[in-house]
């Protein structure tokens, strides 16, 4: 068995992991360890890795298959499962990535108003801005267990109601305010997931509240929808739990959607930024995936 070493950077929520990733790609004892590590510790930061992208790509395969997005022109020419998000331009004017603007992104969690959300992401800095743009993530377990007895019971066993258009209104993203690259994401069905799910390897409970996305709690009413999320978006982002990321050349974090949210500074924009991002998709048997099948909750 491989032993890698690592050290916590918050709790057992997030840890460095001191390995370089070129070195254990292809090596099966050390992926099983990672996997084992990650289902403990849902954040894991890998410092100063200098990785081509084919490797980025096997290595975010080993955990998952990948995502292909939907959005041709922010994807790497040279790998469909990589896309790009960049302060960089090519010679003809367009981004050479998706281009989020500078302003700070909210607490959420990536997909969630999917019906099937892929949720394992990494994302990798290959040339990142020396002010702004630290990246935050919060632990949904700690969430979880800082709600209040009754709170718990209303929600246990409970589904939400996901929406695209209450996270298009708070975007702040300049290119998504194009309405016609918007108008496939606005007219996605609603998703309904588990408002807690349960780590299938530890019995661990998170919460899965999403606060650009989730708009109601199915089964009650309006009034108590109301007086309920806001006791769940405030869990979700308590500084307690947070863990905020300087970000240097070279990271690489690698985080699982289905326990955490994150979130993002302001950056500066007269800095160049180049960031390559995979999405893959977990195994429930594996890690906390939201599932309902024909209303049923089935994880
Ligand atoms: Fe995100």
Sequence with gaps: MTTIQITPLHTDFVVQVHTSIPDIVDNPSAIEHLRNIWQQSPVMIFRRQALEEAELVRFSEHFGSCDTSVRKD???PYHEQIIYFSTLKYSDGRFVGGFAGGEDVDWHSDQTFQIHPA???ILYGTEVPRDGGDIYWANQYGAWERLP?????????RTGTFRYAK??????????KDKTKANAMLGLPDAHHSLVLTHPKTGRKALYAD??????????????SEEVLPLLFEAGGHPSLVYRHKVRN????????????????PMSLD????????????AADRYCVPQVQNGEITA
């Design 74 to 76: 922010i994807q790497s």
């Design 119 to 121: 949720t394992g992401a």
């Design 149 to 157: 007895r009754d709170i718990q019971r209303v929600i246990e066993g």
């Design 167 to 176: 996270r298009y209104a708070l975007l702040n993203t300049l290119e998504l």
């Design 211 to 224: 606060p650009t996305t989730l708009v109601s709690i199915d089964g009650l009413s309006e009034r108590e």
């Design 250 to 265: 070279g990271d690489l974090m690698m985080w699982d959607n289905g326990c955490t949210m994150h979130r993002r500074d």
């Design 271 to 282: 800095q160049p930024r180049l960031m390559k991002r995979t999405t893959f998709r977990l």
